[in-house]
């Protein structure tokens, strides 16, 4: 039997498989490309898997269940005890998100262990937190990169932020989106989404303000000439019940709730004619990585994340009106060269087997070699919005 080259634990996530977002993918995927080299275990959350859905053993990969939630104040708690359990048994740890990074200075206390924390986009500048919560937040991200061995951040601009506001090298690792596939419309997809037979346009995430749903909503309510169709968790949130309320009984808006079938989610969106990208905090968002992987036409928000992330190759909207003025005169823009673009993007940088191979290396990367010091090759200008008037 082969010797595996380092025992890592996966931290910070519902689980695998994944059922639910981009955290939870990117352990899926981890597991997939790396368990031939790593002796990996995952820490899922039970509540979200069934008893009878519940293996000790996935795709080769040890599985913990957990009794707290991953989401929400409980993910502190969750997310320590996940580090308690797997500082005895593992020596590099992987901590998605710094909800639970508040106990690194103790962690650090056991020898001979590594700690890596991808710190997400940045967590504590969501409106969604109110005022402790925020600077709690602020807090376990300072720990998050005063203590991990390494960081990793997902944008070029957030690895800047690291380097600026805590004079620390992050490494720079995206998302890969390789693993959303085109599915043609069949008659089972078509009896369940009659909208399939018409043009559209796309959007999934979830339901928060940041996210910017209110703006598409409008848009796409005053300017009807293009159907939109959007999934979210729109019963979390007094902001998603509010905004379902407003607009579900309009015909040519469509709203559906999460859906964790990828086979039926790949159909709705690889079949749009334009896919909406509302994101406005955060680094390089999965669900923008994976409609580029899919050849799709972004029209994404206007900022700095969203811009690195398409190369500012994409179209952007900041306002009503640019959206309004997108939807109306869709026919007119550049659609087809926008989504070859976003696929050739994709392609050269956002694929699995590429970003698991630089876990792999940082995962495998003695713990005093540090990291490069990272080079900031982009200018940004002060006003690039491909609008409409």
């Not at 910017?212 to 409008?218: F, Q």
Request: proline letters at 4%; hydrophobic letters at 40%; charged letters at 25%.
């Amino acid at each position: 039997m082969t010797r595996k080259n380092a025992t890592l634990a996966i931290i910070g996530t519902v689980g695998t498989p994944a059922k639910y977002g981009g955290f939870e993918t990117l352990a899926h995927q981890l597991v997939t490309e790396l368990n031939q080299d790593l002796d990996i275990t995952v820490y899922n959350c039970a509540k979200h898997y069934a008893k009878d859905e519940r293996p000790s053993v996935w795709n080769g990969a040890k599985i913990k269940y957990m009794p707290f939630s991953a989401n929400g104040a409980q993910s502190i708690i969750y997310d320590i005890i996940c580090m308690i359990h797997a500082v005895v048994f593992c020596r590099v740890l992987l901590v998605l998100g710094v909800s639970g990074c508040i106990f690194l200075p103790f962690l650090k206390l056991i020898p001979n262990r590594k700690i890596i924390v991808n710190i997400d986009g940045l967590e504590w500048r969501r409106n969604k937190w109110g005022k402790f919560a925020k600077r709690f937040l602020q807090f376990s991200e300072k720990c998050a990169v005063g203590f991990a061995d390494e960081v990793i951040a997902d944008n070029a601009a957030i690895q800047k932020y690291v380097k600026d506001r805590y004079g620390k090298n992050a490494r720079l690792i995206e998302y890969g989106g390789d693993h959303a596939e085109a599915i043609a419309v069949s008659t089972e997809a078509l009896e369940q989404f009659p909208i399939l037979q018409e043009e559209y346009a796309f959007t999934v995430c979830r339901i928060e303000p940041e996210n910017n749903v209110h703006l598409i909503l409008e848009a796409f309510f005053l300017e009807e000439s293009l159907p939109l169709v959007i999934i979210g968790n729109w019963d979390n949130s007094e902001y998603g019940r509010d905004l379902k309320i407003q607009y579900r009984n309009h015909e040519s808006i469509h709203l559906f709730d999460p859906i964790y079938d990828h086979e039926i989610l790949n159909v709705l969106r690889s079949n749009a004619k334009l896919y909406v990208h509302g994101h406005s905090a955060g680094g390089t968002n999965p669900s923008l990585v994976e409609a580029m992987a899919l050849g799709l036409p972004i029209m994404a928000f206007d900022v700095v994340y969203n811009k690195i992330t398409t190369e500012e190759e994409a179209l952007y909207f900041g306002k009503v009106s640019d959206l309004r003025a997108a939807i109306k005169y869709a026919d007119y823009l550049p659609l087809r060269i926008v989504g070859d673009k976003m696929k050739d993007i994709a392609d050269r940088r956002y694929t699995w087997s590429v970003i698991a191979q630089k876990y792999s290396a940082l995962v495998t990367l003695p713990k005093h070699v540090k990291a490069p010091t990272p080079v900031f090759n982009f200018e940004l200008p002060l006003t690039l919005k491909r609008s409409f008037n």
